[in-house]
């Protein structure tokens, strides 16, 4: 699920239908849905930008991969997100990343966070009469602090604080609203990081296995656990029993 979607502003397109048929032929349509889904998100803190995402991939009813990585490093101080199709998402950011190399081998330092989200803006935009589903979140430090930014594949590019995307960014969202600030402390952002992501698996069937749980600060992002979604949501629910029961 795209983020335009959710806001109502994204255009429509006639896609082409999979597989094409020889020129001639009648187009033969694929026998089910192809649906896919994730839950990612990120947002920013005065100590740099959380990073979540659940570790579930799959194919219409199938789950390929209960164990997959959603966060994709580009250099030391920048990491991104993926959602949508994991081709797509996993060989654009592969591209990106090369850019970044040139870009720093030319001019002797990293693109800004702003400056990398536009990059990949303008790259995709290139190709966005193609079939590709690439959503993602470029989470970094750079010389104006935290930055985060979200790019889609038509090149849809902006800026902010809190951003979720996937099949299970409306359940994501749900808990971040009412619990977000910027001066949260790293203890409490990541707590909240993996709540969001927990409540989204458990009700969103395309996401689910794992919490993968990132930090980007000052001195360059960090892996900093990975979690049983099933075991974080038992623990958000025993003790929101005990405090209840207080």
């Known amino acids: 699920m795209a983020l335009q979607d959710i806001l109502g502003t994204n255009r429509l397109s006639q896609s082409p239908c999979w597989p094409l048929s020889p020129p001639g032929r009648r187009t033969v349509r694929p026998p089910f849905l192809l649906s896919h889904g994730t839950t990612t998100l990120a947002f920013r803190c005065s ?83 193609k079939d590709l589903c690439v959503a993602t979140l470029l989470c970094g430090w750079d010389r104006t602090g935290p930055g985060l930014h979200y790019v889609y594949s ?38 909240l990081a993996r709540q969001a992501v927990a409540h989204a698996a458990c009700r969103d069937a395309y996401s689910g296995g794992n919490v993968d749980l990132y930090h980007v600060e000052q001195n360059g992002w960090i892996c900093v656990s990975r979690e049983d979604v099933g075991r974080v949501y038992q623990v958000l629910e025993e003790t929101a029993e005990e405090e209840g029961g207080l």
Do not use: M, N
């Open 154 to 191: 038509d090149g849809t590019c902006f800026s902010g604080d809190v951003f979720s995307v996937g099949s299970g960014s409306p359940y994501a969202y749900a808990v971040l609203d009412g619990a977000y600030r910027y001066d949260l402390p790293v203890g409490e952002a990541f707590a």
């Open 47 to 129: 100590h740099g930008v959380v990073v979540a995402a659940d570790t579930r991939s799959s194919c219409g009813s199938l789950i390929c991969d209960p164990a997959s990585r959603k966060v994709i490093t580009l250099h030391r101080h920048l990491i991104a997100t993926t959602s949508g199709t994991s081709a797509d998402c996993a060989a654009w950011l592969r591209i990106l990343r090369c850019s970044l190399r040139l870009r720093h081998l030319h001019e002797g330092q990293q693109p800004s966070v702003a400056g990398a989200a536009k990059l990949l803006a303008r790259l995709l935009h290139g190709c966005h009469s």
